[in-house]
C-alpha cells in the first residue's frame, strides 16, 4: 500500500518505519526541512531502540522517504495518517491547530478515494472536525471525492515503541464505513501472527479509548503514589504492600510502582485533556482530577525529603543525581520529575552535578537550558565527588546494581535518596547508608 504520514515526530516516525518493514511504501512528511534532510542522510531525530536499523534498511530498499513536498506525498497515498503534534494549549486542553492545518491540506490536495487516519491523540469529536477541514476544502474545489476518517489511537510506549507496534495488544480502529475498516484490517493484518487483535468500534468511542486507557494507567499510579505516602506515615513498606495488592489479578503487578511520579508525553497531557474535555462537556471529572493533583505534588516527594534531611537553605551543598529522563530507554524529558526536583534544590541554593545515559543534551539543550547550578559529568561515579548524597531519578539498567564501595567512598557521606526504590533496604543499611526511598 501507499501510505503518507504527516508528522515525522515520535508516533509518525516510528509507524512508517514498521509499516515500510511490512513492504509498504511510506512517505513521512515534515515542515521541518532539516529534520528532513537529516533523516533522508540517516540521521534519526530520537533516540528509539531499533527505530535506527529499520529505517537505514529501509531507505536503502526505498520503500520509506521523507520530504517536505505534502502535496506529492498526498496525490499517491491509498492512506494519510496523521501523526502532528498536540501540544497541550494554556489551558490544559490539546491544540488542535497542527492537526487541522493538515486536514486542510489533504483537502486541497487530494484527488482520488482516501482514508485520513487520525493517529495523533486527539480530543472526542476530532475527526468530525478533521471531516468537515476536508470538505470544505473539496467544496471551494468543486470537487466531490470519497473519503473515510478513522481513528486508530496508538499506545506504544517509548523505549519499547518497536515492539508494540510489531506486536501489538490491539489494534483500536474506529471508522464509520465498512471501505475504511477493510481498508485498515489490511494494512495491520500483516502485524498479526497468529490471531488478529483488532477491536473496531465507532469513531468517538476510539477517540475516548486512548484518553481512558491512559487515564486508568495514570490512576494506578497516582493511586500507588498515594497509599505510599499513607505507608511512609503509618510506618508500612509500600513495596511489600504492591506485592500483596499486585497478586490480586484484578487488580495486576503492572503499573503500581511506586516512585517520584509519572512523566512522559502521554499522561501528564492526555490527563490534563481529559480533564479539560470533560469540563467542556459540563462534568466535572473530580478522580481524573486528584490523579494528576496526586502526581504534581508527587513530583516534589523527593525534593521534600531532602529539605528534612538538609534544612530548608540547601546553599552550599552539592548532590549527585542519576537520571533525567522521564523513565528508563528514552532520551525523552517532558515533564520529567527531574526537571521539577533539580529546580527546586537549586531553588534552595544547591548545585547539582547529573549524569544520565542518554538525556543530558536534552536537558542541556532544552529542558533544564539556561539553569545556573547543574553541571552534567559523563559517568555515574563522576557525579559522587563532593557531593551530600546521591538521588536516583531514572531506573536505568546501569543504576541498578552499582558498586555501594565506591559509592560511599566518593560521597561525602553515604545517603542516597531513591526516587524509584531500586536497592534493598537492608543491604544498604548493613553497608552503612543512610536510604531514603518512596513509601517507606
Ligand atoms: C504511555 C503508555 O504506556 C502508552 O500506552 C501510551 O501510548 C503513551 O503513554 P510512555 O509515556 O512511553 O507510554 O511511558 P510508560 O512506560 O507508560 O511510563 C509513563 C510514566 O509512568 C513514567 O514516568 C514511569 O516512570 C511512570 N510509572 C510507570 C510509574 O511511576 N510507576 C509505574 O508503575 C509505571
Redesign the pocket.
Known amino acids: 500500500m501507499n501510505i503518507t504520514i504527516l508528522g515525522s515526530g515520535y508516533v509518525g516516525l516510528v509507524s512508517g518505519a514498521c509499516f515500510a518493514e511490512m513492504g509498504n511504501k511510506v512517505v513521512c512528511i515534515d515542515i521541518d526541512k532539516e529534520k528532513i534532510d537529516n533523516l533522508n542522510k540517516g540521521v534519526i531525530p530520537i533516540f528509539e531502540p531499533g527505530l535506527e536499523p529499520i529505517i537505514l534498511k529501509n531507505l536503502k530498499n526505498k520503500n520509506i522517504s521523507f520530504t517536505s513536498n505534502i502535496s506529492n506525498a498526498i496525490k499517491n497515498a491509498q492512506i494519510v495518517f496523521i501523526a502532528v503534534g498536540t501540544p497541550m494549549g494554556d489551558d490544559g486542553s490539546a491544540d488542535l491547530q497542527y492537526v487541522l492545518a493538515v486536514a486542510k491540506s489533504i483537502g486541497k490536495t487530494m484527488n482520488k478515494e482516501l482514508v485520513v487516519v487520525d493517529k495523533s491523540?486527539v480530543p472526542i469529536g476530532t475527526a468530525d472536525k478533521v471531516r468537515e477541514t476536508i470538505q470544505k476544502e473539496l467544496n471551494k474545489r468543486d470537487l466531490q471525492i470519497d473519503f473515510h476518517v478513522v481513528s486508530n489511537?496508538?499506545?506504544?510506549?517509548?523505549?519499547?515503541?518497536i515492539d508494540?507496534f510489531m506486536k501489538p495488544d490491539r489494534v483500536v480502529i474506529g471508522a464509520d464505513s465498512v471501505y475504511a475498516f477493510d481498508v485498515m484490517k489490511q494494512l495491520y493484518s500483516p502485524f498479526f501472527r497468529t490471531h488478529d487483535r483488532f477491536i473496531t468500534m465507532d469513531i468517538r468511542s476510539a477517540e475516548m479509548t486512548?484518553y481512558a486507557?491512559?487515564a486508568m494507567?495514570?490512576t494506578?499510579?497516582s493511586f500507588?503514589?498515594e497509599i505510599a505516602n499513607i505507608c511512609e506515615r503509618v510506618g508500612a513498606d509500600a513495596n511489600q504492600v504492591r506485592i500483596g495488592i499486585g497478586s490480586d489479578k484484578r487488580i495486576g503487578y503492572?503499573?503500581?510502582?511506586?516512585?517520584?511520579?509519572?512523566?512522559?508525553?502521554?499522561?501528564p497531557k492526555?490527563v490534563k485533556a481529559l480533564n479539560k474535555i470533560a469540563e467542556e462537556y459540563g462534568y466535572k471529572a473530580n478522580l481524573i482530577r486528584s490523579v494528576e493533583y496526586v502526581n504534581d505534588a508527587q513530583k516534589l516527594v523527593i525534593a521534600n525529603k531532602i529539605v528534612k534531611r538538609f534544612g530548608e537553605d540547601l546553599s552550599e551543598l552539592t548532590f549527585g543525581l542519576w537520571g533525567l529522563a522521564?523513565?528508563p530507554g528514552?532520551d525523552?524529558m517532558r515533564?520529567?520529575?527531574a526537571i521539577y526536583i533539580v529546580k527546586e534544590l537549586i531553588k534552595r541554593g544547591a548545585k547539582i552535578k547529573a549524569y544520565d545515559p542518554k538525556a543530558m543534551k536534552e536537558a542541556k539543550e532544552c529542558y533544564l537550558k539556561g539553569v545556573q547550578g547543574i553541571i552534567y559529568v559523563e559517568s555515574k561515579y563522576e557525579v559522587l565527588k563532593d557531593a551530600e548524597a546521591l538521588i536516583l531519578l531514572?531506573?536505568w539498567k546501569e543504576f541498578r546494581s552499582p558498586d555501594f564501595e565506591e559509592i560511599k567512598s566518593q560521597l561525602k557521606s553515604p545517603i542516597i535518596f531513591d526516587g524509584?526504590n531500586q536497592y534493598n533496604a537492608f543491604n544498604l543499611k548493613e553497608k552503612g547508608f543512610e536510604y531514603f526511598q518512596i513509601g517507606k
Open positions: 491523540t489511537p496508538e499506545f506504544l510506549k517509548e523505549g519499547a515503541a508494540d486512548k486507557a491512559n494507567l495514570a494506578k499510579i500507588m503514589n503492572s503499573f503500581i510502582y511506586p516512585g517520584a511520579g509519572y512523566g512522559g508525553s502521554c499522561f492526555d522521564f523513565k528514552t525523552d515533564e520529567a520529575p531514572t531506573e524509584r
